[in-house]
C-alpha cells in the first residue's frame, strides 16, 4: 500500500472531522505550510501510522485471545502449566524493538535536517512572550533599520527567518503549528530558532505554556508576503502617523504605549504603532474594529479579565476623540 | 529479657484454638476512639490508605466535571478564569499526587505482609506515621483551595509564575510546604516496603517467588528514595525565594527558571512510573488467576518492572523538549523516552500470552485487568509519539499529551485499581463484590472513559492547548469537546455505579471463603478478612505460587498449615535478604499515640512556615523534636535495651 496516499486519505479523513465540526482548524499540525514544517510532517504521520497499528494489532490479539476456542477442560478446577507462551515474549520484543530503533534513526535525522535553514535568513526578529501579548521586534541591519510591533509578525515568502524568543516576565511559549514546532520564551535566556512560509497567507499562532489567567487568549499571527509587499510593508512601518497625536491619547496613553513619530514612547504595553494594520486587538483575542476598540478602551478588563492594562477614567467624548485618532494609524 | 531470645528456636506446630486465642489477644488493636488513632495494624493502615485515596479521587473528579462543563462549547464562562486556573491545578495535584500514588501504598500496605506470610509490615509505627502525614498533607495542600486561595500555577508550578512577582499570597506557599510535607510520608513508606522485602519474607520465599506487586512496589519505593530529594528541594528552594528574599529562581537576580523544572521532572518522571508500576504488578498477579495459569514469563516481566524504573530517571527531560537544550541532549534523551516501550511491551506481550494459553474467567476483576491491556496500549503508544522530540514540539502542551498522561493514569492506575478491589474486596472484608453490578460498573467505566478520552487526541492533533479556560470558536474543537465532557460525565456515572457495588457488597455480599477464587498465593491461605496476625503459623514456600502446588505438580511443597510458633509477645520471623532463610525472631511494637503527635507536630511546623509565623514553627519544632525522642526512647520490650548478643 502507497504510504503517501493512506496519509493522504488519513490527513482528508481527519481534516474532514474538524471541517464538518466548525469550520477549519487553524492551529492543526498534521498538514504543514512550509520546508521546515514538512519532514516533521512526516514523522508525525509515520510514528502516528505505528501507534495506530500496534493498537489495532494487540486489540486484536486481546480479542482473540480472550474468545479463541479452546479444548474443553478436563475438570473445572483444571490449571494450565507454567511453561509454554515464552515465544510471544520474544517475538513481541523483537518487533517492538525494531519498531522503536527506526524511530530513533528516524528522529535524529528529521533532528538535523530542521536543526537551521539551508539559506541565510532574510530577517532577525526578536520575539518576547510577556502576559499576555507578543513584543515584535525587527531588528536591523546596515540597510534598513528596525523597529518594534505587536502581536503580528510579517515575513516574506519562501526566506528563512530567525526568530530570537525570549521570556518578558514569565515562561511563554511560541507556536504557529502551521510553520514549526514550539520553542518556549524564558526569562533570562534567549532561544533562538527559525520560520520559513512556503506560501502568502496568514498562519495562526498561540501561546502554549500556561502563563496566568489569560493564557488562553494569548495568540499572534504570522503574515506571510511576497518579498516585494514584505520591503513595502517594512518601509511602511517606519513612517510617521499622517495626523499629529491627539492631546488626550498623549495625555492618558502614552505612559504605557508608543507611537512611533510621536511623544507617546511607553514600552510596558504594546507599541500601537500602525495599528490598523492589524487584523486583531488584544493578541487575537477580538477582531480589530472601532465598537470594540472603542468598548476595550472604555473597559479592558471587561473584555480580558485579568490583563495587564488598567481602566483609565476617561469621558465618553475623550474616549471618542482617542479612538478615532487610534483609527488613523493605518 | 536476653539476647538469646531472638535466636531461640520456636517450637513447629500446627495452628490451634488456644493459639489463635491467644494471638488474638496479642495483636488485636485496642478497642474503642484510642484504639482508633493508635492502631499500627497493617490491615487498618491499607484501608485507610485506600478509602482517604478515594475520597480525593472524587474530589478531583469532581473538579474535572465542573471545568469540563466550562469546555463543552467554544466562548462558555460558567468559571472565571481564577477559578479556571484553581481547579485544573487542584485537580491535577489531588489525582497524581493525593490519590494515585498514596492508593497504590495502601493496597501494597494491605497485602504485603499477607503475600510474604508475614505479620506484619517491618516498621509498624512509621506505616502508622506515613498514613498520618499523607492524611494531613492532604489537608494542608486543600487549605487554600477552601478559603479561595488555591494554587493555580499549575501541579507542575513553573517559576517565574510561582514566584512571588507573579503569585502573591499563601497559595503558593501552601501547596510547597504541603508536598514537601507529603514526600516525608512517601519517603518513610518507601523505607518501609524496603525494610519489609528485605527482612519479612517468610521462609523459602527467595526474591524469584515474590509475587509481581512486591516487585512493583520495591521498584517504586526504591524509585521514591532516590526521586523525592529533588522535589522536596525544588518546593524548599521555592519557599525560600518567597519568603526569604533569596534567588535560586530569580532571574534578574542571577536564578534560572529552567533548575525548577530539571529538578521538578527529574522527580516527576520517576514518580509516572511509580504509581504505575505497583498497579501493573496487581495486574500481573491478578490476571493470571482468571486465567487458571501462571503468569508467563514471570523472571522477565520482573526484570521489566526494574528495567522501565531505571530508564524512568534518564527521560525527565522529554518534559522538556522546547526550552532550547542542545540538540544533542534532545537526541540522548529523545532514544531514551523512545526505548523505555520497550520493557513495557514485554509486560504486554506476557498478559496477552497469558490469557492466549489460559482458560478466561469471565468475572469482572478480569475485565478490569483485561482492558487495562488496550488502555496501556494506548497511552504506551501516545507516550512514545510524544518521545520523538521534532514530533513533541508540535504535540506537547496540547489537549494530545492530556489524553496520553491520562490514559496512563486512568488505564494504568484506575483501571488495575478498580480490578484490584473487585479482586481483593472478599480478602478485606469477607464478602463478595456484585458480579451483576460489576459488568455495568465495567461497561459505563470502559465506555464512559474511551468516550471521553480519546476525542482528546483528536482535538490535540487539531491544536487546542492545555489549560486554556475558553477557546473563540472556529477553531475546529467545539463538537469534540462536547463529546469528551459528555464521556467524562458517563464515566463518572461508572465510578458512582462501582461506589454504589462497594457500599451493598459490605452489607449485603455473598460470604467468601478464604479463596474464593481460587487463587495461588498466600494472602488466600488465611481467614476472610485475616485475623489481627495473619498467620497463626508462619508459612514456609518452595514455589511461587503455594496453593497451586498440587496442581501444578511442581516438586517440592509449601507448608502452610504448620510452622514456627511465635507467641511470646508480638513477634514476626526475620529472614535472609536474598534467600529467605529464618535467622531471627524480630519483637514488634503494639498501639502507639506517638507517631499521630509526630505527625500532628510536623503540620505544626508546616502549618508556622508556610504562614511565615516563627513562633509557630519553632513549637512545632520543639514537638517534632520531643515526639521523635519519646519515639526512639529505649523499651525492653521491643529489645531495645538489649546488648548487642
Known amino acids: 500500500m502507497d504510504i503517501m496516499k493512506v496519509r493522504a486519505n488519513l490527513t482528508a479523513v481527519l481534516l474532514g472531522l474538524s471541517v464538518i465540526t466548525a469550520g477549519a482548524a487553524p492551529l492543526q499540525y498534521l498538514s504543514g505550510a512550509s520546508d521546515k514544517a514538512a519532514p516533521v510532517v512526516a514523522l508525525t504521520w509515520g510514528v502516528l501510522l505505528v501507534s495506530v497499528v500496534v493498537i489495532f494489532l494487540i486489540g486484536l490479539l486481546l480479542v482473540a485471545a480472550i474468545w479463541r476456542r479452546r479444548p474443553a477442560a478436563v475438570e473445572s478446577t483444571a490449571l494450565e502449566k507454567e511453561e509454554g507462551g515464552q515465544n510471544w515474549l520474544w517475538i513481541g520484543a523483537s518487533l517492538s524493538a525494531l519498531a522503536l530503533l527506526v524511530t530513533v534513526v528516524w528522529t535524529v535525522k528529521v533532528l538535523a535536517d530542521i536543526q537551521a535553514p539551508s539559506d541565510r535568513p532574510a530577517v532577525t526578529i526578536e520575539v518576547t512572550g510577556r502576559q499576555w501579548w507578543w513584543q515584535v521586534r525587527y531588528i536591523g541591519d546596515g540597510s534598513a533599520q528596525g523597529f518594534a510591533t505587536a502581536n503580528e509578525i510579517h515575513v516574506p515568502v519562501g526566506r528563512p527567518v530567525r526568530l530570537r524568543l525570549v521570556g518578558g516576565d514569565v515562561i511563554h511559549s511560541f507556536w504557529v503549528p502551521q510553520l514549526a514546532g514550539k520553542m518556549d520564551a524564558i526569562p533570562g535566556q534567549i532561544n533562538e530558532t527559525w520560520i520559513e512560509a512556503a506560501a502568502p497567507g496568514t498562519y495562526t499562532g498561540q501561546c502554549t505554556e500556561y502563563c496566568g489567567v489569560e493564557h488562553s487568549r494569548m495568540q499572534l499571527r504570522v503574515v506571510a508576503q511576497s518579498p516585494g509587499d514584505f520591503r513595502t510593508w517594512w518601509a511602511h512601518q517606519l513612517a510617521a502617523p499622517g495626523f499629529a497625536a491627539d492631546r488626550k491619547f498623549i495625555q492618558h496613553c502614552s505612559g504605557c504605549h508608543t507611537v512611533r513619530g510621536t511623544e507617546a514612547n511607553g514600552t510596558l504595553g504594546p507599541d500601537l504603532s500602525h495599528l490598523m494594520q492589524r487584523r486583531t486587538l488584544a493578541s487575537g483575542a477580538f477582531p480589530n474594529d472601532a465598537a470594540i476598540l472603542a468598548s476595550w478602551i472604555a473597559d479592558p478588563q471587561a473584555l480580558k479579565p485579568g490583563n495587564r492594562m488598567p481602566v483609565v477614567a476617561l469621558s465618553p467624548d475623550d474616549r471618542a476623540r482617542i479612538v478615532a485618532w487610534l483609527r488613523t494609524l493605518t | ?645
Open chain 2, 1 to 645: 529479657m536476653t539476647g538469646t531470645e531472638y535466636q531461640r528456636h520456636p517450637t513447629v506446630a500446627a495452628e490451634t484454638p488456644a493459639l489463635t486465642e491467644r494471638l488474638r489477644r496479642l495483636w488485636e488493636t485496642a478497642p474503642g476512639f484510642y484504639g482508633w488513632l493508635a492502631t499500627v495494624d497493617h490491615k487498618k493502615i491499607g484501608i485507610r490508605y485506600i478509602v482517604t485515596a478515594f475520597v480525593f479521587l472524587i474530589t478531583g473528579g469532581i473538579e474535572a466535571l465542573v471545568f469540563r462543563l466550562q469546555l463543552t462549547w467554544s466562548n462558555l464562562h460558567l468559571l472565571t478564569p481564577e477559578q479556571y486556573d484553581q481547579l485544573f491545578t487542584m485537580h491535577g495535584m489531588t489525582m497524581i499526587f493525593l490519590y494515585a500514588g498514596p492508593v497504590l501504598s495502601g493496597f501494597s500496605n494491605y497485602l504485603w505482609p499477607l503475600l510474604l506470610g508475614s505479620r506484619d509490615m517491618a516498621l509498624p509505627r512509621l506505616n502508622a506515621l506515613s498514613y498520618w502525614i499523607y492524611l494531613f498533607a492532604g489537608v494542608v495542600l486543600y487549605s487554600g483551595f477552601v478559603v479561595g486561595f488555591g494554587p493555580d500555577a499549575g501541579w507542575f508550578n513553573y517559576v517565574p509564575l510561582a514566584a512571588r512577582a507573579y503569585n502573591d499570597g499563601p497559595n503558593i506557599d501552601l501547596y510547597a510546604l504541603g508536598m514537601i510535607l507529603l514526600g516525608i510520608s512517601t519517603t518513610v513508606g518507601a523505607i518501609n516496603f524496603i525494610v519489609t522485602f528485605l527482612r519479612m519474607r517468610c521462609p523459602g520465599m527467595s526474591v524469584n517467588r515474590v509475587p509481581i506487586l512486591v516487585w512493583g512496589t520495591l521498584t517504586a519505593s526504591a524509585a521514591n528514595i532516590f526521586a523525592i530529594p529533588a522535589v522536596s528541594l525544588a518546593f524548599l528552594l521555592l519557599w525560600m525565594d518567597r519568603n526569604l528574599g533569596t534567588h535560586f529562581f530569580d532571574v534578574g537576580a542571577g536564578g534560572s527558571a529552567l533548575l525548577w523544572q530539571h529538578l521538578f521532572w527529574m522527580f516527576g518522571h520517576p514518580w509516572v512510573y511509580a504509581i504505575v508500576l505497583p498497579a501493573m504488578g496487581m495486574v500481573s498477579d491478578g490476571l493470571p488467576v482468571f486465567c487458571r495459569r501462571p503468569l508467563v514469563g514471570y523472571s522477565v516481566v520482573a526484570l521489566a518492572t526494574v528495567a522501565t524504573m531505571v530508564l524512568g530517571f534518564g527521560v525527565w527531560v522529554h518534559h522538556m523538549f522546547a526550552t532550547g537544550l542542545p540538540g544533542i541532549s534532545l537526541s540522548f534523551f529523545s532514544a531514551a523516552s523512545i526505548v523505555i516501550a520497550l520493557p513495557s511491551a514485554v509486560g504486554v506481550f506476557a498478559w496477552l500470552a497469558t490469557i492466549w494459553t489460559g482458560r478466561p474467567v469471565f468475572t469482572t476483576p478480569f475485565l478490569f485487568f483485561a482492558s487495562f491491556i488496550i488502555l496501556f496500549t494506548i497511552g504506551g503508544v501516545s507516550g512514545y509519539m510524544t518521545g520523538s522530540v521534532p514530533v513533541d514540539w508540535q504535540l506537547t502542551d496540547t489537549y494530545f499529551v492530556v489524553a496520553h498522561l491520562h490514559y496512563v493514569l486512568i488505564g494504568i492506575n484506575v483501571f488495575p485499581v478498580v480490578g484490584a478491589v473487585y479482586f481483593w474486596f472478599p480478602k478485606f472484608f469477607g464478602r463478595m463484590m456484585n458480579e451483576r453490578l460489576g459488568r455495568w460498573n465495567f461497561w459505563t467505566m470502559f465506555l464512559g472513559f474511551n468516550l471521553g478520552f480519546f476525542p482528546m487526541h483528536i482535538s490535540g492533533l487539531l491544536g487546542m492547548p492545555r489549560r486554556i479556560y475558553t477557546y473563540n470558536e472556529g477553531m475546529g474543537w467545539d463538537w469534540v469537546n462536547l463529546v469528551t465532557t459528555a464521556g467524562s460525565f458517563l464515566f463518572a456515572a461508572g465510578v458512582l455505579i462501582f461506589l454504589y457495588n462497594v457500599f451493598v457488597s459490605l452489607k449485603r455480599g455473598a460470604p467468601a471463603g478464604n479463596n474464593p477464587w481460587d487463587a495461588p498465593t498466600l494472602e488466600w491461605a488465611t481467614s476472610s478478612p485475616p485475623p489481627p496476625y495473619n498467620f497463626a503459623v508462619i508459612p514456609a514456600v518452595a514455589s511461587r505460587h503455594p496453593l497451586w502446588e498440587d496442581r501444578l505438580g511442581e516438586g517440592e511443597r509449601s507448608v502452610i498449615s504448620s510452622g514456627p510458633v511465635l507467641e511470646q509477645g508480638r513477634e514476626a520471623l526475620g529472614t535472609t535478604p536474598l534467600d529467605a532463610v529464618a535467622n531471627i525472631i524480630l519483637k514488634m511494637p503494639g498501639d502507639t499515640l506517638v507517631p499521630l503527635g509526630l505527625a500532628l507536630a510536623m503540620t505544626l511546623l508546616t502549618i508556622g512556615l508556610a504562614l511565615v509565623n516563627w513562633l509557630v514553627a519553632a513549637l512545632g519544632v520543639a514537638l517534632v523534636a520531643a515526639a521523635i525522642m519519646i519515639w526512639l526512647w529505649p523499651r525492653a520490650g521491643l529489645g531495645e535495651t538489649v546488648e548487642d548478643p
